[in-house]
């Protein structure tokens, strides 16, 4: 079918045909044959890079411009939701029936917030995260949602984030019951059970625009899925690398999936001598320009240093514990053709649309302390080996699990290979999730009856695939916990939330940590310090990553935690009374440290050093910090402790920024972050007064202040620069690139 032909706005058409597409790929037809521009509600489950966007663009444009409609566009992954928003935002030159034009918009920070100016987008894409936060502040516009888009809907399985998604949706059929949904999902085995939970069609098939092999690779053959066999040569001793070393020699790329950071890391390191041999001239320039991008992003570590060793080589690793800027400039280069070869851990396998010709899967086993190893799920296998194929790049795309035997061979082709993925199952009836579901229900008004509340929850996938009356009980246990720590009040049939109940709700923290945090500020401690509040944040259960401390800092911690006892908010567990308490309180006396080792300037590197903190859980550990700060703030003030607000504030800001108090005023600047605060205030230039009054010329002295941000810097606070001075300085340096960026 040709895009020309469809029943859609010529506006929306023409664009797309402009981008290039000129005949719907088979998954898009049929779902616009079982009615997905008519309105109805669908489930279109399809592989990876099957132009399922595309089904969503057509949608929503057409609730936009036929329907005076709104679209909702729900990922579940920030970086997800940013790519999204870049693609309809080609749409926003073409004008609504009122004469005004389309326009898109992005939400997914802040969870404090009903962002009333999101009213006047036509397309707001989020994450369920911040989705149901908006429904918690009962967001006005949510109203008129008359669209809403689910993409990767097979998360619902999730355990952390899948109850999320099934609660917005449910809320939202709830507020708007006539709303079109669309669900996108990869190919799940019970399509068919949540396609009924939508009540709606669903459309599922196997198209993908790249062919796929999978196979199995036993010593140096692969057996593919079809029968055919094919060679490699054994270059080096693991068959990963030499897998990917032959695509790399035959013109493509490869992606190898290994379970663990330190396995991905392991291996990008020898597979880098390798690739390295086979780069050429061109290539190895461009690739020389890329490690010097990774040295100039963020703080100089150990980690960004060997990183941009193997950069140099073709090679990289690519893994949580990394910043998100390095992460992008893999993801770029590899998209450029540039990188070659990309270890990953799983973690990519779902979301950033980052296709290889060969996708290797180094171990079907993950391994989970206290656990031990279990073979990963066909699903998972299927999202990772569906990441294969470049489309216009490769004629074909390989997937290739790992045997030792033949034995292994013979069960990886039947278990995963030959395998269906494993149905998905709601992950709702947990209390500690449930919990402040079941809070937010009151407190945003959705009901204020224990019938009113099972009614709600009896909407969910999780009542749809069991029976509600399966968490009566958890329910009832929880409503027990609410009412006793006086989030809600019960008169007669009546529930309703407190204002504590409705702070903590809307502050989207669990209600443990809510209680924690208010009885944690109603006792006094011998000395309330920055100290008190980060390890009372840190023993909140929405204090995430968990840091484990290693057995050699065991001590360290153990005795840094008798030390400063007397400040702490919180009592700490008998060492010998409760083992497993006491090695957790430990973790969160170390996630208290690191934080306080952060705003004390101690560099990245440090910090991986001291307590191999790396910096992408760094970041998600202060991202962290700063909104359980602001809660704590935001209960301080709800519960009259002004003692604490001052020193609250400072401290999330000291924490944003990783900085001591006297740097304060000064990273306010744009473009001045902890390294360069430091660098001014060192030289004297300690305020705003002070840089003011500075000649351009004495901040250009300084280490990495060029010109064009010691002008910037100049602008910033109010001081002009003159002419003939700054034609002087302007000749600007390479490394100047990065001056725009915070450092
Ligand atoms: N009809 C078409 N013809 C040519 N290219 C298309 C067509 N439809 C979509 N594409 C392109 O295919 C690519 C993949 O599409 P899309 O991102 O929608 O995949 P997806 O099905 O959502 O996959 P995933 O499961 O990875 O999210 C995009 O670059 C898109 O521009
Ligand atoms: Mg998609």
Known sequence: ?????????????????????????????????????????????????SGKTLVAEFCALKHILEKSGKTIYLTPLRALASEKFQEFKKYTPIRKPNGTRVRVGISTGDYDSNDPWLERYDIIVSTNEKADSLLRHRAKWMNEISLIVADEVHLLNDSERGPTLEVVLARLMQINPDMQILALSATINNVEEIAEWLKGEYVTTEWRPVLLKEGVLLQKEIQYRDGDARKIERKTKNSAINLALSTVKS???????????????????????????????????????????????????????????????????????????????????????????????????????????????????RYEPGYGYYPIS???????????????????????????????????????????????????????????????????????????????????????????????????????????????????????????????????????????????????????????????????????????????????????????KEEFLVDVPDEWEDRIAYEESLGEVKTAMVLKTWIEERSEDEIIERYRVQPGDLYRTIQNAKWLLYATHELALLFGNKQVLPQTLELMERIEKGVKKELLPIVKLEGVGRIRGRILYNAGFKTIEDIKHSAIGDLVKLPLIGPRLAKKIKEQVGGFVKKEEWKKLKKEDDWEQKALTEY
């Open 1 to 49: 079918m040709k895009i020309t032909d469809l029943s859609a706005p010529e506006s929306v058409k023409e664009i797309i045909v402009r981008s290039g597409i000129v005949d719907l790929y088979p998954p898009q037809e049929e779902a616009i044959k079982a009615g997905a521009l008519e309105g109805r509600n669908l489930v279109l489950a399809s592989p990876t890079a």
């Open 251 to 365: 013109g493509g790329q490869a992606l190898i999936f290994a379970m663990t950071r330190r396995n991905s890391v392991t291996l990008a390191k020898k597979a880098a001598k390798e690739v390295e041999e086979v780069l050429s001239k061109p290539v190895k320039r461009a690739l020389k320009r890329d490690a010097e991008k990774i040295l100039a992003t963020g703080e100089k570590t150990r980690i960004s240093e060997l990183l941009a060793e193997l950069v140099r080589c073709g090679t990289a690793f690519h893994h949580a514990g990394l910043g998100g800027g390095h992460r992008r400039l893999i993801e770029d280069s590899f998209r450029q053709g540039k990188i070659k070869v990309v270890t990953a851990t799983p973690t990519l396998a779902f979301g950033v649309n980052l296709p290889a010709r060969t996708v290797v899967i180094q171990d079907y086993r």
């Open 378 to 564: 066909v699903l998972e296998y299927k999202q990772m080996a569906g990441r294969a194929g470049r489309p216009k790049y490769d004629k074909v795309g390989e997937a290739i699990l790992l045997a030792k035997t033949a034995d292994e061979a013979d069960y990886l082709m039947e278990s995963y290979i030959l395998a269906r993925p494993e149905r998905i199952w709601s992950r709702l009836a947990v209390e500690r999730i449930l919990r402040s579901h079941v809070l937010a229900t009151i407190a945003a008004d959705f009901a204020h009856t224990e019938r009113g509340i099972y009614d709600f929850f009896g909407r969910t996938f999780y009542a749809y695939q069991y029976d509600i009356g399966a968490i009566k009980s958890v329910m009832a246990k929880i409503l027990k916990y609410l009412y006793d720590e006086e989030m809600i009040d019960v008169s007669g049939e009546n529930i309703n939330a407190t204002r504590f109940g409705k702070r903590v709700s809307e502050l989207y923290i669990d209600p443990v940590s809510g209680v924690l945090i208010r009885n944690a500020l109603r006792r006094k401690p011998t000395y309330l310090t920055g100290l008190s509040l980060l390890h009372m944040i840190a023993h909140t259960p929405d204090m995430a990553p968990k840091l484990r401390p290693y057995t050699r800092e065991l001590d360290e911690i153990a005795v840094f935690m008798e030390d400063r």
